[in-house]
């Protein structure tokens, strides 16, 4: 989760470095990838790498159009979140097999 939200805050802060022209967003979008990959490092230690990375990137990508909707004035269409629950489908379901294959 820590991995996640470092990269759904660096993401968020993207946009707002200008081109990587204003400082401190730019820092902290530095310091938010780092600390998302460090965080996912961590993760791999008890979860496979493919399930880690598709919750990571998954769950990161859904908060972002969260954050990209209530913040950014980005609009919500029925098919953009139909989208985003099929993603959260998807994480929901690999982790879920996951979790069923290592029991046998």
């Known amino acids: 989760m820590l991995s996640i939200l470092a990269d759904v805050i660096a993401t968020a802060a993207l ?17 938010g990838y780092g600390l998302g990959f460090y965080f996912l490092s961590l ?3 008890v979860i ?4 880690a990375y598709a919750v990571a990137s998954g769950l ?3 908060l972002i ?3 990209g909707v209530l913040f950014m ?7 953009k979140l139909g ?5 959260v489908a998807g994480v929901v ?7 069923h294959s290592s029991k046998s």
């Open 60 to 62: 990161g990508t859904a």
């Open 15 to 31: 946009k707002s470095s200008e081109g990587f022209t204003r400082l401190v967003p730019t820092l902290i979008v530095l310091l």
């Open 65 to 67: 159009v969260l954050l």
């Open 93 to 99: 379901a690999l982790n879920a097999l996951d979790g």
């Open 73 to 79: 004035k980005e609009p919500l269409s029925a098919a």
């Open 83 to 87: 989208a985003i629950l099929l993603i």
């Open 43 to 45: 993760s791999l230690k």
């Open 48 to 51: 496979p790498v493919g399930t």
